[in-house]
């Protein structure tokens, strides 16, 4: 059996008919029914029953797309393999979770890709779980994300750390401590970067730990948008210890959050890809 009939037939089997999956496949559907004849002559049963509704997979076609799915799922993986070998000395894929570039040693990836010249480093940014995700499925080489990882087949190591703030506006009661807990914050209107960061969860999961739901007022994508608000007196705002010196602090102070979450950073791979040549240089670089 030819693989490419194979798919053909599993398509025609989800859309239960050979015009729609024709479209699909860009096939006529005259050409797209003679594939499916020839699979029933190869295999000498019959894969579907034909009536005016449409296609019904027999108790045969519907074991033979059972264990196909499987067998395309497996080929799958082998030809992205296959390219990943072809493409590995000339090519690295970065994946950024977002925060990360604020602090990311870009001056360092400048040093990698003058010690390898003959190696072309493409980056994206996305959210947390993204970046996992395409690490794991292969469609990235590397990553950069927030929070330790728990994922079977990924290796993590940890490479940058700072504490949690809060940004307290001049004339708020708060204003003048020197240290502010998690529990200080209930009740207060609060500003934070939205959904897409991992810190956003990690508050709202520390606030709950303190028996409170965070009264979010603002979330935004911007880090600096918080310090305006808060400025602007909208609330007090959440944000990672790390633009000291980058951002007016004008009319705000900054207090540690003693027993916030760690904002940490990891570099993550495939386990099975770490001793790999590229992606050992760059775990070696950072």
């Avoid at 894929?93 to 604020?102: I, M, P, T, W």
């Avoid at 003959?118 to 395409?134: A, P, R, S, T």
Wanted: glycine share 6%; net charge negative.
């Amino acid at each position: 059996m030819d693989t490419k009939d194979i798919r053909y037939f599993c398509r025609v089997y989800e859309e239960r008919g050979i015009n729609q999956a024709a479209k699909q496949l860009f096939i006529s559907s005259q050409g797209l029914s003679r594939i499916i004849a020839k699979l029933e002559a190869e295999l000498q049963v019959p894969l579907f029953e034909r009536s005016v509704r449409g296609l019904c997979p027999t108790a045969s076609g519907s074991y033979l797309y059972e264990n196909c799915r499987e067998l395309l799922e497996k080929l799958e993986d082998i030809e992205i393999g296959i390219h990943r070998i072809e493409r590995m000395d000339r090519e690295l894929r970065l994946g950024f979770s977002c925060g990360v570039l604020n602090v990311f040693p870009f001056h360092k990836l400048e040093q990698f890709k003058t010690e390898n010249l003959d190696i072309q480093v493409k980056w994206e940014e996305m959210d947390n779980q993204g970046v996992m995700d395409k690490v794991f499925q292969q469609d990235l080489d590397v990553g950069f994300v927030i929070g330790s990882i728990g994922r079977e087949g990924l290796y993590a190591r940890e490479v940058f750390q700072r504490g949690m703030d809060a940004l307290v506006y001049e004339g708020h009661p708060l204003y003048d401590r020197k240290v502010l807990s998690i529990g200080d914050l209930r009740n207060e209107s609060l500003i934070t970067l939205n959904e897409k960061f991992y810190c956003y969860h990690s508050f709202v999961g520390r606030c709950k730990d303190f028996g409170f739901i965070p009264l979010i007022q603002i979330k935004t994508m911007e880090s600096q948008l918080i310090y305006r608000f808060c400025r602007e007196k909208m609330g007090i705002g959440i944000d990672t210890n790390i633009h000291k010196n980058d951002i007016s602090m004008d009319g705000i102070r900054r207090i540690e959050l003693k027993d916030a979450f760690s904002w940490r950073i990891f570099i993550v791979c495939r386990e099975d890809h770490k001793k790999e040549k590229v992606i050992s240089k760059l775990l070696d670089l950072f």
